[in-house]
């Protein structure tokens, strides 16, 4: 082999292994950044692995909302309409968050309870993938709320 081809194959191998590197620390990057969303009945059913950061979907339980009046921690229970979760959260909660609302929170297991580091209401379900939304329409139907119209106050 001439050396101009050599010198060729080298600077290609070289590329191709730097951008091969760049690929898997990019998924890698990615991987761990990734929070899947789970409901309450498969939470129970161990499907979440342990200590894992992950989104917890479902409806705020009606009469389950506990306040604490000297702090911004809350206390609620989301529902999919077979098994019950409680969540702690400690902050602000969004202006749309009432029972019998669908909500998210973002956190991790500590024991029996979920604690949330975020929460978030959701006022419709058009941008919902399929399965979410599914869930979402089995939990509103079981628990008679429209899905249509607003959650009473």
Do not use: C, W
């Amino acid at each position: 082999m001439n050396p101009t081809r050599k010198r060729r194959l080298v600077v290609i191998s070289l590329i191709l292994g730097a951008v091969g590197i760049a690929a898997a620390l990019t998924v890698l990057a990615l991987q761990q950044n990734i929070t899947y969303l789970y409901t309450p009945v498969e939470v129970q059913a161990g499907k979440v692995p342990a200590d894992a950061r992950f989104r917890l979907g479902g409806m705020v339980k009606a009469g389950s909302i506990q306040r604490a009046g000297d702090s911004l921690k809350t206390g609620f229970t989301v529902t999919d309409g077979d098994a019950d979760l409680v969540v702690e959260y400690t902050g602000i909660l969004p202006d749309l968050f009432r029972e019998k609302q669908s909500v998210v929170a973002t956190g991790r297991m500590d024991g029996n309870r979920f604690v949330a580091s975020e929460v978030l209401a959701k006022h419709d379900e058009t941008y919902v993938p399929r399965d979410v939304a599914e869930a979402m329409s089995k939990a509103h139907k079981k628990h008679e709320v429209s899905e249509g119209a607003p959650a009473a106050q």
